[in-house]
């Protein structure tokens, strides 16, 4: 009897255990937009959404500049991670030897692993010289921090889409190729556009990533608060903006700042949510 | 349909192209590691390691950086451990699947996604302010460990899963009780599992910078406590390199932090091959 009200006992403290992940993420949205929602509504939404100037200790709570900014890197990005990501995937999957991918898989996950200050410290080093004394420009640019992020994302992109295209059913492949297919027909014909869900999904919470990443793009990006008129033009974006400021910033400055973080944490829930549709996965279970 | 090249050569034209899509991430990741060691690697000395910083950091060693890297990521990962493996053990032992599991999985991989510095804001607000912890080893410290749970979580679920079945099955015809059985038999088997996800954990914390740098601060002091403030590596690193305060420390400190990674890593995946070849 006693064992069997422990056992009761027991269960009720692994559930409140595994319901503390969305208790956080529901203390992390109360709290972020506790602190950023009243000024916001209080200096009226489109001041922030569609604002120019950031000024915040002036009144000025422009966010439109780094709205821009964050889905033109993102996007920039993506040019960079899809292509180069979406093959890395199809090599591990399809071309490579098993011992070869055994090798490349773990050096992928090592890349997750760099820190976002070591990225942006290469950036810097490499990236940044290299735009100044070929393409022109300050160097710290929008470009510099597109093709960061596209590197940094890889491996999200990479590991997903693998899956997505592991999950084909081997038939299909079987199927195409028993017809005269190359393997490379069947790969491009059959085999990706059955796995374009996951391969969706891949690429959403890639952009996800990107628009997420904030020391590595704070290094290389330049911070000017502005609408880039070029590719080698400086900006700012949304993780940029917050982590500049937060480290002095008071009073409506602070809250302003907060703000920034709910336009961020709105963007990346629709993106989560987004990839985690079924009619986006595709789910046929 | 007139074809200018003939489908075999555009297969192998392909394959070349995947191998060299291949080849050039591997090149960027052993150039970003090998620019950092080549460049960092003299800078290590025991000195470098053991002594504390002077001048902001351009002279000195970064002692109370390893120090507050490792006071920091140990708290996380003692809070979100026990969280997390509850967790998985409650999903796949004492629930089937229903609609609240599915709210408690996406619950979990939405907090994957959130960026850090949206956990770098939540943990000033929280437990910096709300909770008067201040900057502090204590405020860092549970910022990464709400931010660590999801990987824990996810590592530690796919581990009891692949427990098998009549491991449990025999535990419960001895008339073990579920907890028995879960504590005696499935966690031990699942061990190594485990164990991945906490290094794996610990790699994240490690590296971690803008959620840290607004929670733990950036005191150059070693911690004396869970409530004094402390700097880890990775912030450290920021500072130096963004500065500009002294490239030769901040190459130093970065070859710390990069090596440090590639062990966590290595020592990830020899454990989840060893767990895969005693499972399968």
Known sequence: MRARRGEALIERVLLFLALSAVAMLGLIAVFIFLQGLPIMLEHGPGSFLLGMRWAPTKGGFGLLPMILSSVIVTLGAMVIAVPLGLACAIFLSEIAPRRVANLVRPAIQLLAGIPSVVFGFIGILIVVPLIRNYLGGPGLSVLAATIILGIMVLPTLISIAEDAIEAVPKPYKEGAMALGCTHSQAIFGVMLPAARGGILAAIILAMGRAVGETMAVIMVIGNAAIIPQSPLDPARTLTSNIALEMGYAAGEHQKALFATGVVLFVFIMILNSVATLRVVRGDRR | ?280
């Open chain 2, 1 to 280: 349909m007139t074809r200018w090249i003939n489908v075999e050569v555009r297969h192998r034209i392909i394959v070349a192209g995947l191998w060299s899509a291949a080849a050039a991430t591997l090149a960027v990741l052993a150039l970003i590691i090998g620019i950092v060691l080549w460049n960092g690697l003299p800078m290590i000395t025991w000195s470098f390691l053991l002594e504390a910083p002077k001048e902001m950091g351009r002279a000195g060693g970064i002692f109370p950086a390893i120090v507050g890297t490792v006071a920091v990521t140990l708290l996380a990962i003692i809070v979100a451990t026990p969280i997390g493996v509850g967790s998985a053990v409650y999903l796949t032992e004492y629930t089937s699947e229903s609609f609240l599991t599915r709210v408690i999985r996406f619950g979990a991989e939405c907090l994957s996604g959130i960026p850090s510095i949206i956990f770098g804001l939540f943990g000033f607000i929280f437990f910096v302010i709300q909770l008067r912890m201040g900057w502090s080893v204590m405020s860092g410290g549970l910022t990464l460990a709400v931010m660590i749970l999801p990987t824990i979580m996810r590592t530690a679920e796919e581990a009891v899963k692949s427990v098998p079945e009549s491991y449990r099955e025999a535990s419960f015809s001895t008339g073990a009780t579920r907890w028995q059985t879960v504590t005696q038999v499935v966690l031990p088997a699942a061990l190594p599992g485990i164990v991945t996800g906490i290094v794996l954990g610990i790699g994240r914390g490690v590296g971690e910078t803008a959620a840290v740098i607004f929670t733990a601060g950036s005191s150059l002091h070693i911690p004396t406590s869970v409530f004094s403030p402390a700097r880890t590596m990775a912030v450290h690193f920021y500072i130096l390199a963004r500065e500009g305060l002294s490239m030769p420390h901040a190459y130093g400190t970065a070859a710390v932090l990069v090596i440090l990674i590639l062990a966590i890593n290595v020592t990830a995946n020899w454990l989840m091959l060893r767990f895969r070849a005693k499972t399968s």
